[in-house]
């Protein structure tokens, strides 16, 4: 099975703390994506990246920042957390290679800054 | 502007009954459309792709169609069952390869017993 686990499932931090939020899959996926999921706004896009050390703004990338520095493993980075950061932050992988192309997430961080 | 909208935010229906989950898509040309299960506290889970050039696709009690010319997607769950009672969201593919999809805001189904 497939799995995608993330650091934290709760964490909260201060405004001005430099947060970094952790996401590790085991299927050997190419594709790599952060999300934030906000009540009315639905899942939207920070960041992904197609490969190793490669990484692609998504629609929100403001005030976020994103390292691959191995295949299974996608770091992404608040520099400076505020409080409109609070949200729910989903990983997800996937395979370019493998139709029907499902996103597998991991359970999300609920990230609360204080 | 691209916007996704799921027909309502929330939807009720009796158990046995079919629920029909609607995604409305504006300024897309998905060649790909997927649906995803989330529970509450939970990363969504895959439940069906269907592609452009197809019209229905089903996976045991589901159903889902793809209207291009409408911009639409239906979702069907026959039957339905209270372990059903989930938020749904659809996602589009935005570069046609089906590496990167777009998700809409999701319909939180619940089925009554």
């Known amino acids: 099975d497939v799995k995608v686990t993330q650091s934290s499932r709760y964490l909260v931090k201060r405004t001005g703390e430099k947060v970094f939020l952790e996401c590790v899959q085991d299927?050997?996926?190419?594709?790599m994506f952060w999300y934030r999921q906000d009540p009315g706004l639905g899942l939207r896009l920070i960041y992904f990246?197609?490969?190793?050390?490669?990484?692609e703004k998504g629609d929100i990338p403001e005030g976020y920042s994103v390292s691959r520095e191995k295949k299974e493993r996608f770091s992404l980075i608040l520099e400076s957390a505020s409080t409109n950061q609070t949200s729910m932050y989903l990983c997800?992988?996937?395979?370019?290679?493998?139709?029907?192309?499902?996103?597998?997430f991991g359970p999300g961080t609920r990230l609360t800054v204080t | 502007s691209q916007k996704i909208e799921q027909n309502s935010e929330a939807l009720n229906i009796q158990e046995g009954k079919t629920a029909t989950l609607t995604c409305n898509y504006t300024?897309?040309?998905?060649?790909?459309l997927q649906w995803y299960r989330q529970d509450p506290g939970r990363g969504p889970v895959f439940l069906l792709l269907?592609?452009?050039?197809?019209k229905e696709k089903r996976k045991e009690r589901l159903k889902v169609t793809f209207d291009t010319t409408l911009k639409q997607s239906l979702f069907h769950i026959t039957a339905s069952q209270p372990a059903d009672s989930a938020t749904y969201l659809c996602?589009?593919?935005?570069?046609?390869?089906?590496?990167?999809?777009?998700f809409g805001p999701g319909t939180r189904l619940s089925v009554l017993p």
């Open positions: 269907i592609r452009e050039n197809e």
């Open positions: 997800a992988s996937s395979s370019p290679a493998l139709a029907p192309y499902e996103q597998y």
């Open positions: 996602a589009l593919d935005v570069d046609n390869y089906g590496q990167n999809f777009v």
């Open positions: 990246s197609y490969d190793v050390k490669m990484k």
């Open positions: 299927m050997d996926h190419e594709n």
């Open positions: 300024n897309y040309s998905p060649a790909y």
